[in-house]
T-cell receptor
Framework: DSGVTQTPKHLITATGQRVTLRCSPR?????VYWYQQSLDQGLQFLIQ???????AKGNILERFSAQQFPDLHSELNLSSLELGDSALYFC??????????????FGPGTRLLVL | AQSVTQLGSHVSVSEGALVLLRCNYS??????LFWYVQYPNQGLQLLLK??????LVKGINGFEAEFKKSETSFHLTKPSAHMSDAAEYFC???????????FGQGTTLQVKP
């Protein structure tokens, strides 16, 4: 158990809908990262937040957005969902802004299926 | 730009045999390299990491990896495979100072009795 929690574990929805994925980092960690794992794209970095502020952005679609709240939990919002958004979405956390020696601890993931 | 290539999407070994999972990286700056393991229906767990210092890195569950700058490689090995090692393994390089991890495509390790 990494100490990172993600809810829900599974999510089934329809095209065009909007969903929110939630992540609680390990106690004391200030950085939260979101990754998408799909069969065709593999594991891809989406976005990082550090202490409430966006720190780095990856291949995140404009239909996707994220935020980190004062209590440091983070939410990833996916809207106008398409079939291709079906994937496993991971959240990871680390203590600081993401120094090169830092380890990221991953949650169990949220499996999203868009029908 | 940094990238990671894992050679072989599937590797099959017999229980007790040597495990060798290959990872090559591309980086214009000193790389910081990681191996993660993903068991079925679970998240990623850190096996080991190389940042600076000793090039032979020991990790959990008997795994180790050697950073070879001249070969731009960071292969993962374990002397004797166990059935419980069956999982997917990801090599990753850290990008800059943002913490962004760039992952390889993953290698599925099958361990046969």
């Amino acid at each position: 158990d990494s100490g990172v929690t993600q809810t829900p574990k599974h999510l089934i929805t329809a095209t065009g809908q909007r969903v929110t994925l939630r992540c609680s980092p390990r106690s004391g960690d200030l950085s939260v990262y979101w990754y998408q794992q799909s069969l065709d794209q593999g594991l891809q970095f989406l976005i990082q937040y550090y202490n409430g502020e966006e720190r780095a952005k990856g291949n995140i679609l404009e239909r996707f957005s994220a935020q980190q709240f004062p209590d440091l939990h983070s939410e990833l919002n996916l809207s106008s969902l398409e079939l291709g958004d079906s994937a496993l979405y991971f959240c990871a956390s680390s203590p600081a802004p993401g120094g090169v020696e830092e380890t990221q601890y991953f949650g169990p993931g949220t499996r999203l299926l868009v029908l | 730009a940094q990238s990671v290539t894992q050679l072989g999407s599937h590797v099959s070994v017999s229980e007790g045999a040597l495990v060798l999972l290959r990872c090559n990286y591309s980086s214009s700056v000193p790389p910081y390299l990681f191996w993660y393991v993903q068991y079925p229906n679970q998240g990623l767990q850190l096996l080991l990491k190389y940042t600076t210092g000793a090039t032979l890195v020991k990790g959990i569950n008997g795994f180790e990896a050697e950073f070879k700058k001249s070969e731009t490689s960071f292969h993962l090995t374990k002397p004797s495979a166990h059935m419980s090692d069956a999982a997917e393994y990801f090599c990753a390089v850290k990008s800059g100072n943002t913490g962004k991890l760039i992952f390889g495509q993953g290698t599925t390790l099958q361990v046969k009795p």
